[in-house]
């Protein structure tokens, strides 16, 4: 599997966090203003990717000598551009940061670019708070009794299962102004969360998939599952 890291333009995350990361990763992108974090850091991205109208000059002198693509595309997010680039280039998992904070319209647009592409790869939102994870018809978690877990539909979400968690639901239904199902506790080391139909999310927090993440993904039309373990 390749791994590719991609530094969006949000809350820029701890810097032991971020390099731990970038030492595994096969490819260090940047998401266009991502270079400013990263240019803060000085830690070297292998590309760096978007309508690059947001580099300030320290991180455009630094980075004088780093591949960049300009694309000035508007119906595209910067950081669906390093999506788009990533697998294109065939690289299976990937880890994104600082996709958090920042203006609230600027989140939502990294959650809908989780959406549209995490059927096409495996992705996951690493924050210094924890992780996001996408629930693609079934997500197998192997995590620490007692972590905190929340289960957010950004659509309506129909036959929600799950085993391991203190509140666990039956083929239920869970929706934004409805029901959610916020602060779930596992009481298992071994998580399972299957969704037939929407668009649900998972919140792991405090937790952090490095040397433990794992994802094997099959194509729904063969009737198989999408399963992320972690």
């Not at 109208?53 to 551009?81: C, G, H, V, W, Y």
């Not at 788009?84 to 609230?104: L, Q, S």
């Not at 509140?167 to 596992?186: D, H, K, P, Y």
């Amino acid at each position: 599997m390749k791994q590719a890291l991609i530094l969006a333009n949000g809350n820029p995350p701890s810097k032991k966090l971020l390099s731990e990361y970038v030492k595994k990763a096969d490819i260090f992108i940047c998401a266009d203003g991502g270079a400013n974090i990263a240019a803060k850091y000085k830690l070297y991205p292998d590309f760096i990717i978007g309508d690059l109208d947001s580099i300030n000059a320290n991180a455009e002198q630094l980075f004088k000598s780093i591949k960049t693509r300009l694309i000035k595309d508007q119906n595209n997010t910067d950081l669906e551009k390093a999506f788009m680039y990533a697998i294109r280039n065939k690289y299976t998992d990937i880890y994104v940061f600082a996709a958090d904070g920042g203006r609230i319209d600027h989140v939502l647009c990294n959650l809908s670019a989780l959406l549209k592409y995490c059927r096409k790869a495996n992705i996951s939102f690493i924050l210094d708070s924890g992780i996001i994870l996408p629930v693609v018809w079934e997500l197998k978690l192997n995590i620490p009794i007692g972590t905190n877990i929340s289960l957010i539909p950004l659509t309506l979400c129909e036959g929600i299962t799950t085993s391991g968690l203190k509140w666990n639901l039956q083929n239920e239904i869970l929706a934004l102004g409805t029901r959610e199902s916020f602060s779930n506790i596992t009481t298992a080391s071994r998580v399972i969360i299957k969704v037939r139909r929407g668009n649900l999310i998972v919140f792991i927090s405090n937790y952090s998939p490095l040397n433990k993440f794992h994802k094997t993904a099959d194509n729904k039309n063969s009737k198989s599952k999408i399963t992320n373990a972690i």
